[in-house]
C-alpha cells in the first residue's frame, strides 16, 4: 500500500481558492489511480474527483465540475486538487485516496490519507 499525507486545508471565504496536495510514499506511484473524496459533519463520504495514473483522464462529481481540477505530478509524487468559486457548502475534511484500478478509486479505494479540513465561510 501507499501511504499518503495531505496539507492545503484552511480557511477562506466564500468565492475563493485552495490547493490541496497530497504527497505519496513509495517508488510506485505512477502505478496509482488517485482520487480525492470529502465527509461534512454528519454525512458519509463522498467522491470529489479522480485522476488516471498517467494523468490523461480525470473524473468530478456532479457539484463540483467546472470549479475544481484535479492533477499529478508524478515525478514529485504529488497530485493535487485546486478549488475555485467555492462555496459554504464545500465545507469538509478532504481526503487523498489511492488504488492500483481507476475505477475502485472513485468507489472504494484501497489508501486513504489522514484527512485535511477545509472550511467556507459565509
Known amino acids: 500500500q501507499v501511504q499518503l499525507v495531505e496539507s492545503g486545508g484552511g480557511l477562506v471565504q466564500a468565492g475563493g481558492s485552495l490547493r490541496l496536495s497530497c504527497a505519496a510514499s513509495?517508488?510506485?506511484?505512477?502505478?496509482?489511480?488517485m482520487g480525492w473524496f470529502r465527509q461534512a459533519p454528519g454525512k458519509k463520504r463522498d467522491f470529489v474527483a479522480a485522476?488516471?495514473?498517467?494523468?490523461?483522464?480525470?473524473y468530478y462529481a456532479d457539484s463540483v465540475k467546472g470549479r475544481f481540477t484535479i492533477s499529478r505530478d508524478n515525478a514529485k509524487n504529488t497530485v493535487y486538487l485546486q478549488m475555485n468559486s467555492l462555496k459554504p457548502e464545500d465545507t469538509a475534511v478532504y481526503y487523498c485516496?489511492?488504488?492500483?484500478?481507476?475505477?475502485?478509486?472513485?468507489?472504494?479505494?484501497?489508501?486513504w490519507g489522514q484527512g485535511t479540513q477545509v472550511t467556507v465561510s459565509s
Open positions: 485516496a489511492a488504488d492500483r484500478d481507476t475505477i475502485w478509486v472513485t468507489t472504494t479505494p484501497g489508501s
Open positions: 513509495g517508488r510506485t506511484f505512477s502505478s496509482y489511480a
Open positions: 485522476i488516471t495514473r498517467s494523468g490523461v483522464n480525470t
